[in-house]
């Protein structure tokens, strides 16, 4: 199905272009720098040709990129750079043309690359024809000589109207060091029509020990590194504009990254990396609630370079680029939607931006109640049965019991200045007995209220993620969960902030193309395991767990909101990154699955899979119980259990291979193939390659019908349909 487009489909003739020269020159414009908008001006005349081969290398290091293809624009990207002239500003050239050897140019433009903008420009072209491939250049003007640029080709999207099929990549995490880019060389062979990007363009993080490891020549080396944050191990963290652009720069050295811009149009959306791992708004999550780690200066410093180096089309609101005179995070909107002919309306959305905090402080204190008696009554109707008994530790009748606690639980670490109120008597006795005391207090004595406490959640230490925003107990999570939702009015779990959520339900209620497709940076489909029957761990780990909080199953009720709020729209087809783990599924509102979704979860291209990393993190993290590394081996098993049914909506998984995704969407049907890297090969250089790239690809092929909501797998020659009843293939 994916072979390569054809790429004069669509192409009028040079007549049926339907601009003429001057107005199409009158409609670009210069938007590399916030809020500079440059009028045009006819190339120099007196530049000569001068086409010499590493000129591209040399003047343009990270070539050129398209993106944001509409029927009538898109954007044009490069970065000028001359040693010998650093901190200037650099005049160029833009041509564009039908054809890639320039015999009429459609368009030109010169200008200056700005030194504040670090050479980086950006060209929004409008007044384009639908349908059409565009050839376009840069030139860099020295001493009367143009330098140019490699050629790059770009294709602008059907007209609204257009009865044709569309293909797309999608493509997520490609962390950089020693880890090399064969699905985008992959990619850039199938004739799509663009490429979508889930974000993590780049690691803000080099040579973290938990998932990168970087190799000699194949690494993130920051100009100044002293800019940097220093996470001990050897590892820094980008914080200056400089660090961030770095990152960029870096990566786009990558000749498969060259070679895909240069070929392909890409929208794209950031996730977490782009700015700070696991962040939410302007927070960064290193210290696990140690420290404030709000910091908005490095928020905008990441998005400078992110809005500097993509070829992003800030067409929703022209005026607000990037705009330094609003405050975070109305200084950036990245939430937009594109229409592509009849059949596809691609939603990308920003789930980082204006999310609030995860419903589990990392600093949440393991012995406080969180839900006391009364509360849970009026919250879940009853007192749940594997509510804790708890002590006002405040009481006068404890205070002899306090004392001793608090020495105690200072010996283990914890700040004993924050026993006070509702304290969990489970965790006292814990404490007592780390401690080599007597139990003091009896758990069975029915006198004690009965409520849920931070350690029933699965976080045992004072500072972590572990029960905050990875492995966390679900039954506790979801009272939490309602409880903070309840007292926000539902801003605890509003990942997309009020206004885009509007946006996003009414662009997907309001579109009239069959398919409707949302990229979404991660994973919307619940991942829970249950451990009741699982006797090699201990008692309270044998229930069931949410294996990340730190995503849409962090957001349980907000998720099951909006699932229902787009319960009524047919054909919607999620694509999503983040979880370096393909995934095939029917996300659906709790108790609702006539309304489900269908989504695809597409591996990384290069980071550390899922299930290797979930490996490094339980060796990396103290304060996990024995049988985690067992449960980490187990994990694809568990959630698929035929048994327990913790995910009958899961129907595919892949944990351990890198890849990206092949999408064919027509009138009919999406077709969907998971391509798969053969296993541990993104780790070998191209040059070391023993075989071509093509064989070291394996695609899983999928289909959803228009108007099934069914999810379908080629198995043998037959598509076969999953059945949530019997978690199986029909
Ligand atoms: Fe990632």
């Not at 059907?158 to 060091?177: H, I």
């Not at 579109?511 to 979404?520: A, E, F, L, P, Y």
Request: net charge negative; proline share 6%; with cysteine.
């Amino acid at each position: 199905m994916h072979g390569a487009l054809p790429a004069e489909v669509g192409r009028p003739t040079n007549g049926r272009v339907s601009v003429r020269r001057r107005e199409l020159l009158r409609a670009i414009v210069v938007v590399a720098t916030p809020g500079v908008f440059s009028a045009c001006a006819d190339a120099n005349p007196l530049a000569a040709e001068t086409p010499a081969a590493d000129d591209s290398a040399r003047f343009f290091p990270q070539s050129v990129a398209s993106g944001d293809p509409r029927p009538r624009s898109a954007v044009f990207w490069t970065r000028v750079a001359d040693p010998e002239r650093a901190d200037e500003d650099l005049p160029f050239e833009f041509e564009l043309s039908l054809d890639d050897e320039f015999r009429e140019i459609l368009a030109s433009h010169a200008d200056s690359a700005r030194a504040d903008a670090d050479g980086c420009v950006k060209i929004r072209v409008t007044e384009l024809a639908p349908d059409t491939v565009y050839y376009y250049r840069f030139a860099y003007v020295r001493d009367a000589e143009r330098r140019r640029s490699r050629v790059g080709r770009t294709r602008t999207a059907p007209a609204a109207d257009a009865d044709r099929a569309v293909t797309f990549a999608v493509v997520s995490c490609q962390d950089f060091g020693g880890k090399y880019y064969h699905a985008l060389a992959h990619a850039a062979e199938q004739g799509v029509d663009f490429f979508l990007h889930l974000g993590d363009y780049v690691y803000e993080s080099t040579g973290d020990p938990t998932f990168q490891a970087p190799t000699a020549g194949r690494e993130v080396v920051f100009s100044h590194p002293e800019e940097a944050l220093d996470r001990g191990e050897g590892s820094l963290a980008a914080r200056s504009l400089g660090n961030y652009r770095d990152l960029y720069k870096t990566y786009r050295s990558d000749p498969d990254l060259q070679r895909l811009h240069e070929t392909v149009p890409m929208i794209a959306v950031p996730d977490d990396h782009e700015f700070s791992n696991d962040c939410y708004g302007a927070t960064a999550n290193y210290t696990e609630g140690r420290e404030n780690e709000t910091d908005l200066e490095r928020r905008r410093n990441a998005d400078q370079a992110w809005f500097e180096f993509m070829p992003f089309d800030h067409v929703e609101d022209p005026a607000r680029p990037l705009d330094a005179g609003r405050a975070f995070p109305d200084d950036l909107r990245l939430y937009r939607s594109f229409a592509f002919g009849r059949h596809l309306e691609l939603v990308v959305t920003d789930l980082r931006r204006y999310r609030p905090d995860h419903v589990v402080p990392e600093d949440a204190f393991p012995g406080s109640v969180f839900l006391a008696e009364d509360a849970a009554r009026e919250l879940l109707g009853a007192v749940p049965d594997d509510a804790a008994p708890y002590v006002d530790i405040d009481a006068a009748e404890h205070a002899d019991l306090r004392v001793d606690l608090a020495t105690h639980a200072a010996a283990q670490g914890f700040d004993d200045e924050r026993i006070r109120g509702l304290i969990s008597v489970p965790w006292i006795n814990g404490i007592f007995v780390a401690a080599g005391d007597e139990a003091p207090l009896d758990a069975e004595n029915p006198e004690f209220e009965r409520g849920y406490a931070v350690h029933q959640l699965l976080k045992t230490a004072e500072f972590s993620s572990a029960g905050a925003r990875y492995l966390v107990a679900e039954a506790p999570f979801s009272a939490l969960s309602k409880l903070r939702v309840t007292e926000t009015d539902g801003a605890s779990e509003r990942l997309m902030g009020d206004e885009q959520r509007r946006w996003f339900v009414d662009t997907m209620m309001g579109s009239t193309r069959t398919w409707k497709v949302w990229g979404n940076e991660y994973t919307l489909m619940p991942r829970v395991i249950d451990l009741t029957t699982i006797n090699f761990v201990p008692p309270e780990y044998q229930q069931r767990i949410v294996l990340t909080a730190e995503d849409w199953d962090g957001a349980p009720n907000d998720r099951d909101g909006l699932l229902t709020d787009i319960a009524g729209v047919e054909n919607v087809v999620v694509f999503t990154g983040d979880l370096h783990a393909f995934f095939a599924g029917t996300p659906h509102p709790t108790g609702a699955p006539e309304s489900r979704v269908i989504e695809f979860v597409s591996g990384s291209v290069s980071s550390t899979t899922w299930l290797t990393g979930i490996q490094a993190a339980i060796a990396s993290e103290p304060n996990l119980p024995p049988g985690a590394a067992l449960i980490a081996g187990l994990v694809g098993t568990l959630l698929q259990d035929p048994a327990s049914k913790p995910n009958p909506h899961l129907a595919w998984l892949e944990l351990q291979r890198n890849g990206y995704a092949l999408v064919h969407a027509g009138a009919d049907a999406v077709e969907v193939d998971l391509v798969l890297l053969r296993a541990g090969a993104a780790n070998i250089p191209p040059a070391e390659l023993t075989s071509d790239v093509e064989s070291l690809f394996t695609p899983v092929r999928f289909r959803v019908r228009a108007g099934t909501r069914e999810l379908e797998q080629l198995i043998e020659g037959t598509y076969r349909v999953w059945d949530r009843d019997t978690m199986s293939w029909l």
